[in-house]
């Protein structure tokens, strides 16, 4: 263990520490690192801290998580400053020339397993009010202990009761490796670091609201990485997205050298430009760089598997001590360098909001209402501004075209300018493709919300200003004398409002081909709610939920069309209630487990079983209709009995969903003929010749060779069935995220609903030279029938992250239509 020799230069006023505040050992009643502490200490010690030493510190609770944990951060500062800690946030916000403090917002322990962090939130805060007041004079500090309570006490909880009389630092012993799912994700199994921008899960939601209430000059998200890796601080690794200005990546480099000064005296390992990068939009330290701070990562060796001290490959026992004095002293250096450059900080804040500059100056985006609605919500959140149109012509990049054109604008088209204070945000968010100065990188690198959310857009050069609106309310009425009543289907706001009806024991049925009835015409897929159907009075409750959901009703007093089937059509058919199961625990992917069951609760507002493997056999399989088998989940772990019951169930009528790579093995009883094309590097037609041409890869090149291979989150485009009941609500096109180079060829004798051609057109993001040949005549949404049943794969994860909307409707047409 290495020892702790000093923190920072003697020049620094250091004061006695207050008699009646109490370090984290003091209070805890144990040494701070030699016990995990729990969440509802935690918030203790803040609260003591606080109500010993209100001067300098200042709690508030911004939110609870979804276990009802509290979310607070803590203001630290001069005692003069929290007086007027309103009057410093408003000088902010209003970029006041006045403005005379900077703003440090440190974060810790988003991933809940990295369990380091929070434990050196308590000893940064309580060192800062009694030690270290004089960096306090002209800045206030904002620490968040936890982004991550129900991560971390799943974490602490596991490991605390893991503990005999001593540690083990062995590190393949019982105490050092969690079980699935482990602390890592929050609640709904949501890495919580890659939803800054997507706003997907509670925690994110309410702290979005708090941060942008302050738009820090400073962010720090405190990490853990493996046991075996040294610290890492700023400056970061490139990619670099180019928007990031030279003073945010002049004061990483400030913050990196100030660290490395106490790193060096205590001669503690450290590494910095390398690995993290500053791309992808939805983390804690690049969402920030897009708002006007500088954000930076902090990682420390550790994390789960290190538990309380683990011996790593040098024979060192790394210890929970280490890990957060490390934390801890890197924080305290940043405060340190935000206070010796805090005008700087503040001056070049300013230039960031004021001097934006950006090719494309507003997007114009069409397309459905209701995703169009649905995206203002997410802009909200963000505090971007947005307007409605009016008319006329506009040229510019047109997303669908992939290429220049021009639109015709609308009432109903969506205006967001980048002319605002969120300006370097929505050039971000919307931009049709992302600059790349490096293709190795730590995430996707593909990300435009208007493929994400299934919209065109126009990205224009010209400031559009547009005309403020609401949302209309829909106002239905109830007609007993009504054959059937109609609604569309074209969003999740429709699958919402069918899970609404289904709940409710009202029978829907949906047309399987268009047809016009009363002046209207309808289209594949509409909900069809019948007199006929359903109990007397049934329209009261239907119109009911319909307000809830503002979904437009329409009525029709027969059920002969005027073209197409009529509504006793075999093509009109009825809607069996899903019962719906998804597979849990090793080898299925954590987040994957996670997005289906947030989609269900939080989505598609529909009840959802989960279910482990080995509890399979105590169930009655047939009281369900649809089993999901989620992504990494591995075919090869069902048992001959559990695989002959599966099958059997299938040609009975049950429906198998397959995400991701769960579709490469599954048992040959199922009788699935999906076939894989993983190896896209044996694929490349140029593979010979690139061996020709360098028989022998140099060691130190290897691995930027390997991206030849690799898909980093790229945005293709793709064909669509639209007759098939997958595809219902969907145009002839769709946008797929493709995550990785594992793909699929076409199914044979099955239906291919959303697939490749030869050589697709790859919009956004990189796409590896051998990995490109992989795409070609690959499947990424298909169904194959088994009997009575189907099984439906997803090569493709319609739900990634919880923020590729347009994704989420294939799936609700997987669990309501298909197979019906």
């Given at each position: 263990?290495?020892?702790?020799?000093?923190?920072?230069?003697?020049?620094?006023?250091?004061?006695?520490?207050?008699?009646?505040?109490?370090?984290?050992?003091?209070?805890?009643?144990?040494?701070?690192?030699?016990?995990?502490?729990?969440?509802?200490?935690?918030?203790?010690?803040?609260?003591?801290?606080?109500?010993?030493?209100?001067?300098?510190?200042?709690?508030?609770?911004?939110?609870?998580?979804?276990?009802?944990?509290?979310?607070?951060?803590?203001?630290?500062?001069?005692?003069?400053?929290?007086?007027?800690?309103?009057?410093?946030?408003?000088?902010?916000?209003?970029?006041?020339?006045?403005?005379?403090?900077?703003?440090?917002?440190?974060?810790?322990?988003?991933?809940?397993?990295?369990?380091?962090?929070?434990?050196?939130?308590?000893?940064?805060?309580?060192?800062?009010?009694?030690?270290?007041?004089?960096?306090?004079?002209?800045?206030?500090?904002?620490?968040?202990?936890?982004?991550?309570?129900?991560?971390?006490?799943?974490?602490?909880?596991?490991?605390?009761?893991?503990?005999?009389?001593?540690?083990?630092?062995?590190?393949?012993?019982?105490?050092?490796?969690?079980?699935?799912?482990?602390?890592?994700?929050?609640?709904?199994?949501?890495?919580?670091?890659?939803?800054?921008?997507?706003?997907?899960?509670?925690?994110?939601?309410?702290?979005?609201?708090?941060?942008?209430?302050?738009?820090?000059?400073?962010?720090?998200?405190?990490?853990?990485?493996?046991?075996?890796?040294?610290?890492?601080?700023?400056?970061?690794?490139?990619?670099?997205?180019?928007?990031?200005?030279?003073?945010?990546?002049?004061?990483?480099?400030?913050?990196?050298?100030?660290?490395?000064?106490?790193?060096?005296?205590?001669?503690?390992?450290?590494?910095?430009?390398?690995?993290?990068?500053?791309?992808?939009?939805?983390?804690?330290?690049?969402?920030?760089?897009?708002?006007?701070?500088?954000?930076?990562?902090?990682?420390?060796?550790?994390?789960?598997?290190?538990?309380?001290?683990?011996?790593?490959?040098?024979?060192?026992?790394?210890?929970?001590y280490d890990r957060l004095i490390h934390h801890h002293t890197t924080g305290i250096s940043t405060v340190e360098e935000a206070n010796r450059q805090y005008l700087k900080l503040i001056e070049e804040n300013h230039l960031f909001f004021n001097q934006q500059n950006f090719k494309y100056k507003s997007y114009v985006l069409s397309g459905n209402k209701d995703k169009l609605y649905r995206l203002t919500e997410l802009l909200k959140a963000h505090q971007i501004e947005y307007s409605w149109g009016e008319s006329g012509k506009i040229k510019g990049f047109d997303y669908i075209k992939n290429e220049n054109g021009q639109h015709e604008i609308t009432p109903n088209d969506l205006i967001i300018s980048t002319q605002q204070k969120k300006g370097t945000l929505v050039n971000v968010l919307f931009e049709p493709k992302t600059s790349l100065s490096d293709s190795l990188t730590y995430d996707i690198t593909a990300w435009s919300l208007p493929y994400a959310y299934g919209l065109n857009a126009i990205a224009s050069e010209e400031n559009l200003k547009g005309v403020e609106k609401i949302n209309p309310v829909v106002i239905n009425s109830a007609d007993q004398e009504a054959y059937a009543y109609f609604a569309e289907w074209n969003s999740m706001k429709d699958a919402r409002f069918l899970s609404a009806l289904i709940k409710e024991g009202i029978n829907v049925r949906f047309a399987e081909n268009p047809f016009e009835i009363g002046g209207r015409s309808y289209e594949r897929g509409t909900l069809i709610i019948a007199k006929g159907d359903n109990k007397e009075s049934y329209d009261e409750q239907l119109v009911k939920i319909a307000y809830q959901y503002n979904i437009q009703l329409y009525q029709t007093s027969t059920g002969m069309v005027d073209r197409g089937n009529d509504l006793g059509a075999s093509s009109v058919k009825l809607i069996k209630q899903p019962k719906v199961l998804v597979l849990t625990e090793d080898p299925a992917s954590s987040l994957n487990v996670g997005e289906v069951w947030h989609f269900f609760d939080n989505d598609l507002c529909y009840p959802l079983s989960r279910i482990n493997l080995n509890d399979l056999y105590r169930i009655k399989l047939n009281d369900y209709n649809v089993l999901i088998l989620p992504d990494e989940w591995q075919g090869r772990e069902f048992t001959d009995e559990q695989g002959l019951r599966i099958s059997d169930w299938i040609k009975h009528g049950g429906k198998l969903i397959t995400i991701g790579t769960a579709a490469a093995n599954l048992p040959a009883i199922f009788e699935s003929k999906i076939t894989s094309k993983f190896s896209a590097h044996e694929e490349s037609e140029n593979e010979e010749d690139d061996k020709h041409e360098h028989p022998n890869i140099s060691y130190n090149k290897q691995e930027r060779a390997a991206i030849k291979n690799m898909i980093t989150g790229a945005i293709v485009r793709c064909n669509v069935e639209v007759t098939n009941p997958l595809a219902f609500g969907y145009s002839d096109e769709y946008f797929t995220l493709k995550l990785s180079s594992n793909n699929y060829n076409w199914l044979d004798g099955g239906e291919n609903v959303v697939y490749m051609e030869d050589k697709p057109e790859v919009i956004a993001g990189f796409v590896g030279s051998n990995a490109r040949s992989s795409l070609s005549k690959s499947l990424v949404f298909g169904v194959e029938r088994i009997g009575e049943g189907c099984i439906i794969h997803f090569a493709d994860n319609p739900l990634f992250r919880g923020f590729w909307e347009n994704g989420k409707l294939f799936m609700a047409n997987a669990l309501y239509f298909v197979g019906n």
């Open positions: 263990m290495f020892k702790y020799i000093i923190l920072l230069s003697s020049c620094l006023f250091c004061i006695s520490s207050n008699s009646q505040v109490q370090s984290p050992s003091e209070f805890l009643g144990y040494p701070i690192g030699s016990y995990f502490t729990r969440h509802h200490q935690v918030i203790d010690y803040f609260e003591q801290l606080e109500s010993n030493n209100s001067a300098n510190i200042l709690l508030q609770q911004y939110g609870k998580t979804n276990e009802n944990r509290d979310l607070i951060v803590a203001y630290i500062s001069s005692e003069e400053n929290l007086k007027k800690l309103d009057d410093i946030k408003n000088k902010h916000n209003g970029l006041s020339e006045e403005e005379n403090v900077a703003i440090v917002w440190l974060s810790y322990n988003v991933h809940g397993n990295e369990s380091a962090g929070t434990e050196a939130a308590m000893l940064t805060a309580y060192e800062l009010i009694t030690k270290y007041q004089e960096l306090l004079k002209n800045v206030v500090v904002i620490i968040d202990p936890c982004l991550n309570p129900d991560g971390r006490d799943r974490y602490v909880n596991w490991y605390n009761a893991q503990l005999g009389n001593s540690l083990d630092p062995i590190a393949e012993t019982k105490e050092h490796n969690e079980p699935w799912p482990s602390g890592r994700p929050n609640h709904y199994l949501f890495d919580l670091n890659r939803d800054w921008a997507w706003l997907t899960q509670l925690e994110s939601q309410q702290r979005i609201k708090l941060y942008n209430d302050w738009l820090p000059h400073v962010h720090v998200d405190f990490h853990e990485q493996g046991i075996d890796e040294p610290y890492y601080f700023a400056p970061a690794a490139e990619p670099y997205h180019e928007i990031i200005t030279k003073w945010q990546r002049a004061f990483q480099t400030a913050v990196g050298k100030n660290n490395a000064k106490y790193f060096d005296q205590n001669g503690w390992f450290y590494f910095t430009k390398e690995i993290f990068d500053l791309l992808y939009p939805s983390y804690g330290d690049t969402y920030p760089l897009y708002n006007g701070a500088v954000g930076m990562t902090y990682e420390q060796g550790g994390s789960g598997r290190a538990g309380l001290g683990v011996i790593n490959e040098i024979g060192d026992t790394l210890s929970l």
